[in-house]
Every structure is written in C-alpha cells, then in structure tokens.
C-alpha cells in the first residue's frame, strides 16, 4: 500500500502478487493488485485481480469497482456497467447512484473517496491513541510519585516482618546528598519507558526486550526534558511473575569509571521506583545479580540501604573443557568398573525433562530455582540426572560464546554428593559443549555448598577469574491500601 501511495508500482506487483500466493482468500491483496496494475495501465491484468477479488467476497462493493473499471478501459462496457451496478446494490451509497456520473469517472472518484477517507479515519485513530497513551503516561507518573510516599514505611514493616534492621534515615541522608548535590528529587521524573526511548535503552542494556516473560522499564529524566540519565528493569524469572530479576543502568560522567555520588542518587531513585512496582504488582521476590569487585560498591550500597540481602556468592571459574571432561569421565569410569552406580540411574539433557521440575528441584538448593528463564539456558549442555523418575542432580548453563560454555547453577541431593553424580553429570554436559565448538568451560559456584565441585576444578590448574554476588529483596507484605500503579507492559 505504502508503494502504491508513493506511485512505486512495481514493488507493489510485486508485494501483493506475492501476497496472493501466500493467501488465496486476501481481499485486499488482491485489489491492492488491481490498482497497481491499473495505474501501470495494464488494464487486462487489473482486470483478472479483480476478478478474483469478486470470487474471494462477491458482495464487497470494492471489488466490482475494481472489475468494472478495468472493464471500461478494455472497451467492455457493458460487463463495466453490470460490474458498477452490482457495486451500487452493495452499496447503495455510493457515488455512481448518487451523482449518476458516467462509470469511469465515478470509479476514479469512489476509489479518491475511499482513500481520503482512510487517511483521514487513520489521522483520527492517532491522535486518539496518542492522546491514551498520554494520560496513562501522566496517571501513572502522578500514582507512582503518590506510592513512593508509602515506601519507607512499607519497607520498615517488610524488615520487621524479616528481622532485620532498617531506618528511613538512608532516605533522609539521600535527600540531604542530593540537596548538597544541587539535585532535588522534585526536578527528576521517573515513569515507564515509551517507544522513543528504545534507541537509549539498547545503549544501557544488552537486549532489554528480549525474552517470552513480561518486561518493564522505568527511565529518569530532569523534569520538563527528555535527556535520559539512567533506566531500571524489571524482568519476569518465571510465567506467574512472582519473582523479578531487576538491572539498572545509570549514564555516569564522562572519564569515570564507576558512579559517583549523583549517580548513586539517581540509581537509588530507580530503584526504588522497581520495588514499588514489584510490590504493588503482586511479586514475591526482586534479585540483581552483579559482579562482586569495587566499581560495583556504589550499588551494593544502594541495595543494602533499601534492605536487600546477600543471597548467594560464586567464584567463577575457567578451565580447558577437554581436560576438565577427561578428569571427570576418568572418575566416572572408575565407579562403573566398580559396579558403584546404579543401574537405574539416567543423565538426560534439560529438554528432555519437564521445566517445571527441573526448576523445582534447583529451588531445594537456590531461593529463585534454576535463575533465569528457560530459553536463557542451552538445552544441549544442560544436564539432568534421574534415580528412576526422580532428579537426583541437575546443573544448567548457557553459551557465553563461540568458544565457552559456562555452568551456572548445580544441584544434587546430599546422599549423591563426593561420588559419581557430580564428575558425571559435569563430564557428560562438558562433551555436548565440546561437540558443539565450546573448548573452554566456566562454571559459578559456592565453594561453601559444592566443596567436590571446587575440588575437581583445582586438580585441573582452574583460574579464577572474577566472583559473582546475588542479593534479592523478599516482599513479604502485601502492598495494601496505597496507590497501586497501572499494568503497564511495554515488551508487548
């Protein structure tokens, strides 16, 4: 259509031939042919499009206008006049009847009519969407502001309720830095993203609208301008959203390699905005998982003040893959020929196995299951180990890259731990890495909760290479009584 307004007429055949060949039943692709060929003035063949046009739907007014004047231009004029006489029954508004014009020119005129009238029909829809769009935009900035009112007493009541510490006196030393700052939280706007802060989004966050399960962003601005300084997200971990993964991103001076005290605000603010609507939308858990070395301390901060807890700590780990896999199934060789495994006992890869277990059995060991949706891991290296139907062990991982594959996460009841479960469950996933091009393997662990894991590793020469911190924030009270603010999903 868009060819066809700007009189680009052979990609138009082209599009809506195509059309036709992948829907036989499209009206519109149908007429949309028709026009072009007529104004290619190919009369015969706008004729056959619309043709089909009247055997697709004969009692669409449109298609007989397209017949007949196709007809008319061929020297047809007694086929055209049945054509516009069967439009007129259709359509008994239309101009042939009410003008009483000679067909051709009441064809040219009608199909005129017709795309005013869209354009116009179209011009009216936008603006009332755009007018929607902007006040939601404004209700839910004025009942996001009204709820953040209620937080530091929502979260002195999920402390308690937690047993621990916390006191509004972080907010107020907050204002009083900002103040010092020349910044008032007053001159700050946070609201939901909109489309036209996509392009500074994709510039905070590696793919922020990735992903099956619902996405929300809040961005920060200076009252009355549209320049973002930061953005936090919020994303589902699982389809009923009770736990939200949040990542935030502030824009810092230029030269400086970690956040400084106004940045430290401005991330404060957002993600204060984040607990907010975690809260009121019904979420039971928000983590943030981040490198644990000193450029991230400005954060840890902020999320100690709003009292989130260190749930987890990993050391990460690298190794050469074909090494580490000969060590394990070396040690898995010796148990079988010591007829020391099971027979019962199955290794499948996680697509083999229902999610929902699967991620049932990691929360034994983790507070938020498996961490990360399903399509964020590799099937492929992704083991399961099974007693019968049961899971006894379980570890998954994605593809950092072309030549890594990294364990994220392992599980296995404690009567399987210091035997076979662990050197075969990590061999087995190791090989489908190598198979796949992966020479090098990365693995997150808790030396406190996986010793035997850490063991093998350093009979390997492993290289530390960095360590990961998790802390998450548990909402155990309901957000009641308080200005809840409006679904808003901008992923869909």
């Not at 509004?168 to 020349?182: C, E, F, I, Q």
């Not at 940045?263 to 607990?275: F, P, S, V």
Request: aromatic share 8%; charged share 25%; with cysteine.
């Amino acid at each position: 259509l868009a060819c066809v307004w700007m009189n680009d007429l052979p990609p138009a055949v082209a599009a809506y031939s195509r059309a036709g060949e992948l829907r036989p039943n499209f009206l519109r692709g149908h007429l949309g042919l028709s026009e072009a060929l007529y104004r290619q003035q190919h009369f015969d063949r706008a004729a056959e499009a619309a043709l089909h046009a009247v055997r697709v739907d004969f009692s669409s007014p449109a298609a007989h206008m397209a017949l007949g004047r196709a007809l008319l231009k061929l020297g047809q004029e007694d086929r055209a006049k049945q054509a516009f006489e069967t439009a007129r029954q259709f359509d008994p508004d239309n101009r042939i009847a009410r003008l009483n014009l000679p067909p051709g020119q009441a064809a040219e005129m009608s199909l005129a009519r017709r795309q005013e009238e869209t354009r116009a029909a179209c011009e009216v829809s936008v603006r009332q969407a755009r007018q929607e769009v902007a006040e939601w935009h404004a209700r839910f900035v004025k009942d996001l502001a009204a709820a953040e009112k209620h937080l530091d007493e929502y979260l002195a009541k999920n402390a308690a309720a937690r047993q621990i510490q916390f006191s509004p006196r972080d907010a107020v030393d907050g204002d009083k830095a900002g103040t010092s700052l020349g910044l008032c939280r007053s001159d700050w706007t946070v609201r939901p993203a909109v489309v036209s802060d996509q392009p500074a989004l994709c510039r905070a966050f590696t793919n922020p609208f990735s992903g099956p399960y619902k996405q929300e962003v809040f961005v920060i601005h200076p009252t009355g301008a549209d320049d973002i300084s930061g953005a936090v997200g919020l994303q589902s971990a699982d389809e009923q959203g009770e736990l939200l993964k949040l990542g935030v991103s502030v824009r810092g001076e230029a030269g400086t390699s970690q956040p400084g005290r106004k940045e430290q605000l401005l991330m404060t603010w957002l993600l204060r905005a984040a607990i907010l609507r975690a809260a009121a939308g019904g979420a039971s858990r928000v983590s943030y998982m981040f490198s644990d070395d000193e450029k991230q301390l400005p954060l840890r901060q902020c999320l100690e003040r709003l009292t989130f807890e260190t749930t987890l700590n990993q050391t990460v780990y690298t190794m050469d893959g074909a090494a580490f896999r000969d060590r394990c199934l070396g040690l898995v060789e010796r148990y079988r020929r010591r007829k020391a495994i099971p027979d019962d006992i199955r290794l499948l890869s996680l697509g083999e196995v229902s999610w929902r277990k699967v991620d049932q059995f990691m929360r034994r060991f983790f507070s938020d299951g498996a961490g990360a949706p399903r399509h964020e891991l590799c099937s492929d290296i992704s083991r399961v180990m099974l007693k019968g139907d049961s899971i006894i062990a379980c570890y998954v991982g994605q593809k950092k890259d072309k030549e890594t594959s990294v364990v994220s996460r392992l599980g296995i009841l404690d009567e399987f731990r210091g035997r076979w479960a662990t050197p075969w469950l990590l061999g087995d996933g190791t090989q489908a890495g190598l198979d796949d091009g992966h020479t090098i393997i990365e693995f997150y662990t808790d030396e406190g909760k996986f010793p035997e894991f850490v063991k093998i590793a350093r009979h390997m020469n492993a290289k530390k290479i960095g360590a990961m911190q998790t802390m998450a924030l548990d909402l155990v009270l309901p957000w009641q009584d308080q200005p809840r603010p409006p679904d808003t999903n901008i992923a869909e």
